[in-house]
C-alpha cells in the first residue's frame, strides 16, 4: 500500500473510532456541545470550512482515481488456460484488480464517512441547544406556577380579612374597606391573568421544543444504524484484505 493509500486508510480508522465516541449514550449532547465550545475550536473555527471543503475534494479525487484503477483491471481479460499469459501475470492482474477495489473501499467509505461526521457534529450541537433551551423553558413554568400560587394565597387572605372587617367594623368603614379590597382583587386578578397567558404561552413553547427534540432524536438514531451498517461493511472489505 502506497504512502496515500495508507494515509486515506488511517484517515478512516479515525473517523470510525470518532463516530464510535459521539455515539456513546454516557456522554450527552449537551456536554459535547461545551466540548465544541472550548476556546481552542473556536479559534480554528474560521479555518473549518476551508479544510472540510479541502479533505472532500482530495476524498473524490483519489476515489475517481481508484474508480478508474478498477475499471482498468477490469477490462483487462487474461485467462490460465491463454498460451500467450503466464500464471504471473494472470496473478499480477488479478492483484492490481483487488488492490484497486480496496482502494475504492477505502475511499468511498471515507468520503461518506466524512460527511456523516459532519453531519452528526451538526445534529448534536443543535439538540443541545434545544435541551438548553427546554431547561430554560422548564424554570419559566415553574416560575410562573409559583407566582399564580402567591397571588391565589394572597387573594385568599384578602376574601378572609375582608369578611373580619364587615364583622368587626361599622357600615361606613366596611364600605370604605370593601371598595379598597375590591380594587385590590380586581389588580390580583389581572395579574393573574396576564401570569395564565404567559404559562400558557410557555407550555406551547415547550411542547414544540420537544417535538423537534425527538425529531432530531430520530435522526440521530437513523445516523447512529447508518454508522452501524457502515461499520459492518467496513469490517467485511478489511477481511477481504486480510484474505
Not at 7 to 28: H, K
Not at 163 to 191: C, D, R
Request: glycine share 2%; hydrophobic share 45%; with cysteine.
Amino acid at each position: 500500500m502506497t504512502y496515500q493509500w495508507s494515509a486515506v486508510a488511517a484517515f478512516l480508522y479515525g473517523e470510525i473510532a470518532l463516530l464510535l465516541l459521539l455515539c456513546l449514550p454516557l456522554v450527552s449532547p449537551v456536554r459535547w456541545n461545551k466540548i465544541f465550545m472550548i476556546s481552542v475550536w473556536n479559534k480554528i473555527a474560521s479555518y473549518w470550512n476551508k479544510t472540510f471543503l479541502t479533505i472532500i475534494i482530495i476524498l473524490i479525487v483519489l476515489f475517481l482515481d481508484a474508480v478508474r484503477e478498477v475499471r482498468k483491471y477490469s477490462t483487462v481479460q487474461l485467462s490460465e488456460d491463454s498460451p500467450h499469459s503466464s500464471p504471473t501475470a494472470f496473478d499480477h492482474i488479478h492483484m492490481k484488480l483487488f488492490r484497486s477495489q480496496r482502494n475504492l473501499y477505502i475511499s468511498g467509505f471515507s468520503l461518506f464517512l466524512w460527511l456523516v461526521l459532519r453531519r452528526l457534529v451538526s445534529l448534536i450541537t443543535i439538540l443541545a441547544k434545544e435541551m438548553e433551551m427546554e431547561n430554560i423553558l422548564k424554570m419559566e413554568v415553574a416560575n410562573s406556577n409559583e407566582i399564580a400560587r402567591k397571588c391565589l394565597e394572597e387573594n385568599e387572605k384578602l376574601q378572609l380579612l375582608l369578611k373580619e372587617i364587615k364583622h368587626s367594623a361599622g357600615e361606613h368603614l366596611s364600605v370604605v374597606a370593601n371598595e379598597k379590597l375590591t380594587v385590590e382583587v380586581e389588580q390580583l386578578k389581572t395579574a393573574l391573568k396576564a401570569t395564565s397567558e404567559a404559562l400558557f404561552k410557555t407550555r406551547n413553547e415547550i411542547i414544540t421544543a420537544k417535538k423537534q427534540s425527538e425529531e432530531l432524536k430520530k435522526e440521530y438514531d437513523l445516523l447512529v444504524k447508518e454508522h452501524e451498517k457502515l461499520q459492518q461493511q467496513t469490517m467485511g472489505a478489511c477481511s477481504k484484505k486480510d484474505l
